[in-house]
């Protein structure tokens, strides 16, 4: 029996879905712990055995929420210490966020084996912490930033989990668009929305020529309270589109699109990488570690995405840039090869293996006693 804990963001628990569905093929029981906000999440996880968990964030400079969060951690940590004694589990994996904190925590002082994974190409500040006491720690950028090292920590370089569906997607290879035919472009963002899209992007599209307009066929992710305001500005427009605040078929979706327009959050690159989609990335500012831009950085240097920050991120910069694309597509074919260079299309094979050595060496050692 293997337990699983995450943050409750796309971000940490596609990951770990992955990983999931790879060693529930090999004979694993998966137990999942996170926090309310995976629940969501948790409804299509290979596992039927998920714990909420109280954890917080540590905030220094306000006391009485500080006090608040080291509480909710050290309940989460006890919680997790009787879970995993009456499960006696062979290996813990985290996956990031506060969340994955107390299991880890707990599964250190009991002295059982512990991986954790990052995704981003900055370690974030859970796992930098558990960097130091886990056994292995996994991390999906060759150049991962942060990262440090425990006296017996072992580092490997596997890459980031994708789910099945967006393995199964990446079997289509992208195609240009034809001159003068349709220009299918994809704009979402990401678990947390992205107001400034439904700010820019109609804007921008209302700025295009009017031949470049009848072109483009947008499917647009669009936060709720902004749904029926964009539905209007595109219908005036006359192009062809489609809403929603949430695709299921987001993987089929990327894969057939000429152009994506999304954050950079560390499942997105992945899956970009691996779809190789070319794709303007606009990184969220306000993270703490600056994660999305570095992750955006990482691929704008190899030549794989193109990056707006988003205080640049203008209806004019964007009109220029999608019609510079839409006149002139060749660069979207490179910026693709770019892209599906930088995939690792095995990482969750890689990391089950992983899981696996954990294990086996965990059944050695008691063997051994």
Known sequence: MIILAAGGTGGHMFPAQALAEELTRRGFIIHLMTDVRGWDYSLGFASSFVHVISSGTLQLRRPLMLISGILRIAWGIIFSLFLMIRLKPCVVIGFGGYPSFPPLFAAWLLRLPTCIHEQNAIMGRANRFLGKHVDAVAFSF??????????????????????????????????????????????????????????????????????????????????????????????????????????????????????????????????????????????????????????AMFMEKMGAAWIIPQVRFTPTRLADDLGRLMRAPGDLGLVSKAARSLSRPKAALQFADLVESLSKNKARKRLSV
């Open 142 to 295: 060759s150049g991962t930033m942060k990262l440090g090292k425990g006296k017996k920590t072992m580092q490997v370089y596997i890459g980031n989990p994708v789910r099945s569906a967006v393995i199964a997607a990446s079997s289509n290879l992208y195609e240009l668009p034809e001159k003068d035919g349709v220009f299918r472009l994809l704009v979402f963002g990401g678990s947390q929305g992205a107001r400034v899209f439904s700010d820019v992007v109609p804007a921008a599209v209302a700025s295009l020529d009017f031949a470049l307009r009848q072109c483009l066929h947008i499917v647009h992710q669009v936060r709720s309270e902004f749904l029926e305001e964009t539905r209007r500005i595109y219908e005036n427009l006359g192009i062809s589109f489609e809403l929603s605040t949430f695709f299921v078929d987001i993987p089929e979706r990327m894969a057939s699109s000429h152009l994506v327009i999304a954050r950079s959050g560390a499942t997105t690159i992945s899956e970009l990488a691996l779809l190789g989609c070319p794709s303007i990335l606009v990184p969220l500012a306000s993270t703490l570690d600056n994660d999305q831009g570095i992750n």
